[in-house]
């Protein structure tokens, strides 16, 4: 009995300087949190904002639990499209490394961070640029077969059917199926664009499929496009 005694000590011993430094590792709203904030929220959620303000410690810890189930569900950023089917260069929703600190941080009793100076300057919040829907679109509802060839830049949604699923595609004369948008908790109040990271050139006979009746998708054109390659049928 006493030998078990104090093989457990031993044991205990041994661990806890592993257990100490593992609390210094914690992620803090200080080092991690408040920077995925400032990047991904601020630009709503600040005083004078869309919405009420996450810019301090004070205002996002009364609602981390919410927060992580908006995050989770992808309700929040309102980006509102699947990651990873088609690529875009102004994609605001959170990567699955920035879910997991969010997701551990709230986990953990949201731990502030001892060390002031790791806290990041809070970011200058200009007014954002309102899109403007280019006049050489393409507007098209239900399935659209191009006429003549286009070099498509993105997709703006002007009207989208509030929930459900909405997953469009480019389907090549030769067979070959393109990724284009996957909407997916598309809030119209949040209308805006999706801007391809790479321009994908679509030949004439290029047939898009997958936009719902009641909807409207409009193919925004890239500067190769000309006037005259904007028909379809």
């Given at each position: 009995m006493k030998h078990t005694a104090l093989l457990v000590f031993?044991?205990?011993?041994?661990?806890?300087?592993?257990?100490a430094h593992n609390v210094g590792n914690a992620i803090t709203w200080n080092r991690e949190i408040s920077r995925i904030i400032y990047q991904r929220c601020a630009s709503c959620h600040h005083d004078g904002g869309t919405a009420f303000s996450l810019m301090r410690y004070q205002d996002v810890q009364p609602r981390a639990v919410d927060i992580k189930e908006a995050v989770l569900s992808r309700r929040m950023p309102p980006w509102g499209a699947?990651?990873?089917?088609?690529?875009f260069r102004n994609d605001q929703g959170l990567t699955q490394v920035e879910l997991e600190l969010i997701t551990d941080w709230v986990d953990s009793d949201t731990p502030k961070g001892n060390n002031p100076n790791t806290l990041p300057k809070e970011p200058r919040l200009d007014k954002l640029p309102i899109y403007k829907i280019p006049k050489n679109g393409i507007e098209i509802g239900a399935e659209a077969t191009l006429e003549t060839g286009v070099t498509l830049d993105g997709l703006f949604p002007l009207t989208i059917p509030p929930g459900g699923s909405t997953k469009i595609v480019a389907s090549l004369p030769g067979g070959e199926t393109i990724p284009l948008l996957w909407l997916y908790e598309y809030?119209?109040?949040y209308q805006h664009p999706f801007l391809l990271r790479q321009p994908i050139d679509l030949p004439s006979g290029a047939v898009i499929r997958g936009v719902p009746s009641e909807a409207k998708i409009l193919l925004i054109p890239g500067r190769k496009s000309k006037p005259e390659n904007r028909r379809v049928h």
């Open positions: 031993v044991l205990l011993s041994i661990c806890a300087p592993s257990n699947v990651k990873g089917f088609g690529e809030q119209q109040g």
